[in-house]
Nanobody, 124 residues
Framework: QVQLVESGGGLVQAGGSLRLSCAAS????????MAWFRQAPGKEREFVAA????????YYVDSVKGRFTISRDNAKNTVYLQANSLNPEDTAVYYC?????????????????WGQGTQVTVSS
């Protein structure tokens, strides 16, 4: 069982940056692929980025490549999402998710554990 708690969301102007954090409970954090998803009002939840168990591999949706960076610190049981050059289209609730997997996953149903979400609002 993994419990996830996100933090770091907020209101930022277009072009600004935010750093989201997700703290995980449990002693087996390094056994899980970690990811960030987001859900805008009236839209389905979408994949944003994922990081492998060791942190050595990452994967991003095209719309955030070059702007967002996912990373993890297994000693602190924490995964991060550094979001730069934010634009209003990035406005959404951002969710942290964990999958017990050897490989990076990108689909919602592949992740068994979810945080409560943190709101990111980008003003134009």
């Amino acid at each position: 069982q993994v419990q996830l708690v996100e933090s770091g969301g907020g209101l930022v102007q277009a072009g600004g940056s935010l750093r989201l954090s997700c703290a995980a409970s449990g002693r087996t954090f390094s056994s899980y692929v970690m990811a960030w998803f987001r859900q805008a009002p009236g839209k389905e939840r979408e994949f944003v980025a994922a990081v492998s168990r060791s942190g050595g591999s990452t994967y991003y949706v095209d719309s955030v490549k070059g702007r967002f960076t996912i990373s993890r610190d297994n000693a602190k049981n924490t995964v991060y999402l550094q979001a730069n050059s934010l634009n209003p289209e990035d406005t959404a609730v951002y969710y942290c998710a964990a999958a017990y997997s050897n490989y990076i996953r990108t689909l919602v149903y592949e992740y068994a554990y979810w945080g409560q979400g943190t709101q990111v609002t980008v003003s134009s």
